[in-house]
């Protein structure tokens, strides 16, 4: 117990050093939500709003914003048959724009998977079984794209999560996750995103960790990104095992960040630092 202590001691100094506090920046241009009951946020903020003017440029600029290269992509994918069924997307759905409300509402409890679904097993879920095609892999360019799509048609709609009836155990375990210490660091998604929001971070500002853009082009990555990515890399920061992209671990997770954003406007595909 005594070097646990050290331990988290330690970690919490090294963060604490690395971490220096500046004026939240906080924009006029995205809406600040009042969180609801419950909420461990005095306000929901996108992490748009903590982005420097550049960034936030190239998302604002959908010409600019290299996110929709992927978009495009699967635009084309929309209506390209694959499989031995022959389907395409197109020939079960009334436009893509017919999904408009997926985007708000994602994760979802699946009852004939006993647990919860996001959008990227919801499409592999229709080629395997609708399109008899092979599922795609969760960061290719195919997902990617897809998901983005997908997303995308729900841009400016509020994020509106379910979280009681059989979602809750799940919206619970994700909670669970997200207050955690974990990793040699012995630290919680808490400590940075609750912690230090508005604060600066090496080069960077810390944001509320928001869920709205995903799939988010990042600078850092150089290519639109999942945000199973996202979560990956955070446990890697902090010296812990990251779980698989797709794993039950994460989709609970993402619920209950989709939940902490409840209220903000989906802006798929965002740009992030």
């Known amino acids: 117990m005594q070097i646990r202590g050290l331990v988290t001691g330690l970690a919490v100094a090294a963060l604490a050093l690395s971490v220096h506090q500046m004026a939240p920046a906080v924009a006029e241009d995205k809406p600040v939500v009042q969180p609801p009951e419950g909420h461990p946020l005095d306000e929901i903020i996108s992490g748009y709003n903590f982005r420097v003017p550049e960034t936030k440029a190239v998302q604002d600029d959908d010409f600019d914003n290299p996110a929709f290269l992927w978009v495009e992509q699967a635009e084309d994918l929309w209506d390209e048959a694959d499989g031995a069924a022959?389907?395409?997307?197109?020939?079960?759905?009334?436009?893509?724009?017919?999904?408009?409300?997926?985007?708000?509402?994602?994760?979802?409890?699946?009852?004939?998977?006993?647990?919860?679904?996001?959008?990227?097993?919801?499409?592999?879920?229709?080629?395997?079984?609708?399109?008899?095609?092979?599922?795609?892999?969760?960061?290719?360019?195919?997902?990617?794209?897809?998901?983005?799509?997908?997303?995308?048609?729900?841009?400016?709609?509020?994020?509106?999560?379910?979280?009681?009836?059989?979602?809750?155990?799940?919206?619970?375990?994700?909670?669970?996750?997200y207050y955690e210490r974990r990793g040699q660091l012995d630290l919680a998604c808490a400590h940075c995103h609750e912690g230090y929001a508005g604060m600066k971070i090496r080069a960077d500002t810390l944001s509320q960790g928001q869920s709205n853009g995903f799939p988010t082009y990042r600078l850092k990555w150089q290519k639109l990104g999942s945000l199973h990515r996202r979560f990956k890399g955070c446990n890697d920061q902090v010296r812990a095992e990251p779980y698989k992209r797709g794993s039950d671990e994460y989709v609970n997770l993402e619920?209950?960040?989709?939940?902490?954003?409840?209220?903000?406007?989906?802006?798929?595909p965002a740009v992030r630092q």
């Open 86 to 177: 022959g389907k395409a997307c197109a020939d079960c759905h009334d436009g893509v724009e017919s999904l408009k409300p997926v985007g708000t509402t994602y994760p979802i409890y699946y009852e004939p998977w006993g647990k919860l679904m996001n959008i990227e097993q919801r499409i592999n879920h229709c080629r395997t079984e609708n399109m008899q095609a092979q599922p795609w892999k969760y960061e290719s360019d195919q997902m990617l794209g897809m998901t983005a799509l997908v997303r995308h048609q729900s841009r400016g709609e509020p994020v509106n999560v379910a979280i009681d009836g059989e979602a809750a155990p799940f919206f619970e375990k994700g909670k669970a996750f």
């Open 255 to 268: 619920l209950y960040l989709a939940w902490r954003g409840q209220g903000l406007p989906v802006e798929t």
